[in-house]
């Protein structure tokens, strides 16, 4: 046999290699082939592949791995028990750009379905050779590396200062500089997963000088970068007073608000949040947000988003009507509770509700001024309602009772409160009669409207035990008038003057 006819046989091997590795990885690339490449085997046979003499047929491999990892959590787990992740962090460091990105994907594929699985690719070493990737010259490598490192970060505080202690942080903030749309959205994102955490992780992230250069992509064209910037400020501003005071003085407004307005839901939802997480701090940074037109705005963007969309700005209009009197009142004027008391009527998730009505609750609970705001609005009967529906969540019935409540105790509206006295159940009802036993006795108009629009015949018709506090509330209320009236008003008081006129015997 000649040298040609042997050279034959390690052509033909290292063909079937390459179309066995290129098959598999297009296989893997279809959820419907997991099931059955897995029965098949196939880990076992890629694994041996990842050191094979041929470079395309390692990166091919190291793809199909990756595909196969990021299915599902079992085929994860069977790359970490196959040993194969020690062997893609020795060969990060050895390989050329192409064996890097498919390296730097299977681990990010295993990190990403839970907190076990990230800590075996930091057990094996990974996060040094990752941040080694990042100091690449090509943007590709650098875009995978942050990434991987984006997943590892993303899962807890633990994990994410494993990646702080590796020394990523400054790195990716490097990366948010360079030219690269793609490199920075994903570095944007992974300083993002890293700040979350905890207030001490989100200073490592400002101290790397982080803020100033995300600052300055507020205005970009890219809604998908947007998107990482905001939610990158948020994760840094949520955490203390400091920390959003940083976010601020990087003179975000009101560059921020036009974004409120932006063409992409996830872009105007992360700014909100951004900016509900400025105000919740203090009174100063909310008025600071008022100051810069920033109600208004959020207003606007309640009123034109819906569902899970518009969820921060109408917590946000509820944190900054909670700090003081005035600000309640600014979130006032800026139609806040219009918009408010139309999401609620628009919208029927428990969860979005429950948010509605706590943000009422906290514009109402200042004075009677702010209370007869949210009361003229006829949200109280609605949230009522929330409060009795027997399917609604126990968050919604909470946080509409403590609203209600909230607002009555101040509201001396009397025509918004009439409605209740029908429908309330008695640890409702004694607040709403407490605040006619407020008014009446010092208001003769109100006295004789609450007569001829039947308030005073539902009272009648209360059912209070002796002594309790809602039985003095009707006293209170009942000798606001002459006797005759309230009997006139009592239940029965027509049969009782039937019994009377059937035993009247007229003078002769």
């Known amino acids: 046999m000649g040298s040609r006819q042997v050279l034959q046989v390690f052509e033909q091997y290292q063909k079937s290699r390459t179309t066995f590795v290129q098959t598999v990885a297009e296989l893997a690339s279809r959820p419907q082939n997991i099931e059955t490449l897995q029965n098949a085997g196939v880990m076992n046979l890629l694994r041996p592949l990842l050191l094979d003499v041929v470079p395309t047929i390692q990166q091919t491999a190291a793809l199909a791995l990756g595909r196969l990892a990021n299915y599902n959590d079992d085929l994860a787990l069977a790359v970490v028990k196959g040993d194969i992740l020690p062997q893609l962090v020795y060969s990060l460091a050895e390989q050329n750009r192409f064996y890097k990105k498919a390296a730097s994907f299977v681990l990010r594929a295993v990190a990403k379905h839970s907190p076990e699985l990230?800590?075996?690719?930091?057990?094996?070493?990974?996060?040094?050779?990752?941040?080694?990737?990042?100091?690449?010259?090509?943007?590709?490598?650098?875009?995978?590396?942050?990434?991987?490192?984006?997943?590892?970060?993303?899962?807890?505080?633990?994990?994410?200062?494993?990646?702080?202690?590796?020394?990523?942080?400054?790195?990716?903030?490097?990366?948010?500089?360079?030219?690269?749309?793609?490199?920075?959205?994903?570095?944007?994102?992974?300083?993002?997963?890293?700040?979350?955490?905890?207030?001490?992780?989100?200073?490592?992230?400002?101290?790397?000088?982080?803020?100033?250069?995300?600052?300055?992509?507020?205005?970009?064209?890219?809604?998908?970068?947007?998107?990482?910037?905001?939610?990158?400020?948020?994760?840094?501003?949520?955490?203390?007073?400091?920390l959003a005071e940083m976010v601020v003085e990087a003179e975000i407004f009101p560059a921020v608000l036009t974004c409120l307005q932006d063409s992409d839901d996830y872009v105007k939802k992360n700014v909100a949040t951004l900016i509900r997480e400025i105000a919740k701090h203090t009174p100063e940074l909310s008025q600071l947000i008022v100051n810069a037109g920033g109600v208004a705005a959020v207003?606007?963007?309640?009123?034109?988003?819906?569902?899970?969309?518009?969820?921060?700005?109408?917590?946000?209009?509820?944190?900054?009507?909670?700090?003081?009197?005035?600000?309640?009142?600014?979130?006032?004027?800026?139609?806040?509770?219009?918009?408010?008391?139309?999401?609620?009527?628009?919208?029927?998730?428990?969860?979005?509700?429950?948010?509605?009505?706590?943000?009422?609750?906290?514009?109402?609970?200042?004075?009677?001024?702010?209370?007869?705001?949210?009361?003229?609005?006829?949200?109280?009967?609605?949230?009522?309602?929330?409060?009795?529906?027997?399917?609604?969540?126990?968050?919604?019935?909470?946080?509409?009772?403590?609203?209600?409540?909230?607002?009555?105790?101040?509201c001396v509206h009397l025509p918004a409160l009439e409605p209740l006295l029908q429908d309330a159940p008695s640890n409702i009802l004694k607040h709403v009669v407490a605040q006619f036993s407020k008014v009446l006795p010092h208001d003769s108009k109100a006295r004789r409207l609450f007569v001829t629009s039947g308030g005073l015949k539902k009272v009648q018709a209360i059912k209070a035990e002796p002594g309790s506090a809602l039985a003095e509330y009707i006293n209170t209320i009942n000798n606001c008038y002459p006797e005759e009236v309230v009997k006139y008003y009592s239940p029965g008081y027509s049969e009782t003057l039937l019994e009377r006129l059937e035993s009247y015997q007229p003078q002769a």
């Open 118 to 242: 990230a800590m075996s690719v930091v057990d094996c070493g990974a996060l040094d050779a990752l941040v080694i990737c990042l100091e690449e010259f090509d943007p590709g490598v650098k875009e995978s590396a942050a990434w991987a490192l984006g997943y590892v970060a993303r899962h807890n505080a633990e994990l994410s200062q494993a990646v702080v202690d590796a020394g990523a942080v400054p790195l990716l903030v490097l990366c948010i500089q360079e030219p690269e749309l793609s490199l920075k959205r994903i570095a944007a994102s992974a300083l993002s997963d890293i700040a979350k955490h905890s207030p001490e992780l989100a200073q490592t992230v400002v101290d790397a000088g982080a803020i100033a250069h995300l600052a300055q992509m507020i205005l970009c064209n890219d809604a998908k970068l947007k998107r990482q910037v905001f939610s990158a400020l948020s994760q840094i501003a949520k955490h203390s007073v400091d």
């Open 299 to 410: 207003v606007d963007y309640v009123g034109s988003s819906k569902g899970n969309i518009r969820l921060p700005g109408i917590m946000m209009l509820g944190y900054v009507g909670a700090h003081t009197e005035n600000l309640a009142m600014a979130v006032i004027v800026s139609k806040g509770v219009d918009q408010l008391a139309v999401a609620m009527s628009e919208e029927t998730e428990d969860h979005l509700l429950a948010a509605i009505c706590w943000s009422l609750g906290q514009i109402g609970r200042h004075t009677a001024e702010h209370a007869r705001a949210v009361a003229s609005r006829n949200v109280f009967p609605k949230l009522l309602q929330c409060y009795l529906r027997t399917d609604a969540s126990e968050d919604l019935q909470q946080k509409a009772k403590k609203a209600l409540k909230n607002c009555l105790q101040k």
